[in-house]
């Protein structure tokens, strides 16, 4: 798949959002966010994985490094240069090339490739629920690939710290697209394998509404996912999303 075309989809797609709904729009899943501050944490984090990998750095950029975005409508034009920017770094860069991340393992630019179109992705999510406009769907090869994303690389760096005495099992299942897996916490720590087993919880659905609802974007009840199992898991679920 094309991350790159992706990030660059979807970020036109939640600038257009932003425009629309206005700098002081609430967004519903970031509490105590605005539009403006959604707009601005996107727009930096973009700065930030386009310095690693434009210069390679091989550690995280000096804050000094970023620039000041604007506070006012401004903020709309400097996020779709930023993004712009990130798009032709991204596109011809070498996915094998080194650049720091956060997660202290495949530290190549090809992290930076798959995490910045999931991180807009959703956060384009959060702009047209904001705008109160018609939430696209998620094209179904990347919210597969975003799922893996969640639980094989984002839920083990955080859930201990969020929740370190769960023990228990969730199985999520894309129904129209090729995508199970099996997430075992114990004490805490998770381990995700990829193929169909049963788990203490089941969710499942098309990949689109799947993905949603792995973010806590979307409701266990929207059209096309089902339950099997505890239930009562559903709360713990939502509490180790990072």
């Known amino acids: 798949m094309n991350h790159v075309a992706i990030l660059q989809t979807e970020g036109k797609r939640l600038s257009a959002a932003a425009r629309t709904g206005g700098l002081d729009a609430p967004v519903e899943h970031c509490p105590g966010w605005s539009m403006g501050r959604l707009l601005g944490h996107t727009g930096k984090v973009l700065q930030r994985s386009n310095l690693c990998v434009a210069e390679g750095l091989l550690a995280p950029p000096d804050a000094d490094r970023f ?6 409508e401004a903020l709309f034009d400097a996020f779709d240069n930023i993004l712009n ?3 032709e770094t991204l596109a011809v860069c ?15 630019n090809a992290f930076w490739q798959r995490r910045m179109s999931h991180e807009i992705e959703i956060h384009r999510w959060d702009a047209q629920n904001a705008a109160g406009i018609s939430i696209d769907a998620f094209a179904d090869d990347s919210a597969v690939d975003g799922i893996d994303e969640l639980l094989t690389v984002l839920m083990p760096m955080r859930s201990a710290d969020l929740n370190p005495g769960l023990s228990a099992s969730f199985h999520l299942h894309c129904t129209d697209a090729s995508g199970e897996w099996l997430t075992t916490f114990v004490s805490g720590q998770p381990t995700t394998i990829r193929e169909h087993a049963k788990g203490d919880l089941a969710v499942r ?13 979307a409701p ?3 059209d096309g996912l089902d339950t099997a199992g505890d239930v009562s898991l559903l709360e713990e679920w ?5």
């Open 85 to 87: 920017q990130i798009c």
């Open 205 to 217: 659905g098309p990949a689109s509404p799947l993905y949603a609802w792995a973010w806590n974007r």
């Open 94 to 108: 070498d996915p094998e090339g080194p650049s720091w991340n956060f997660t202290g393992e495949n530290q190549t």
């Open 67 to 72: 620039t000041s975005l604007p506070r006012d």
């Open 238 to 242: 939502a509490s180790i999303v990072p």
């Open 220 to 222: 266990i009840t929207t």
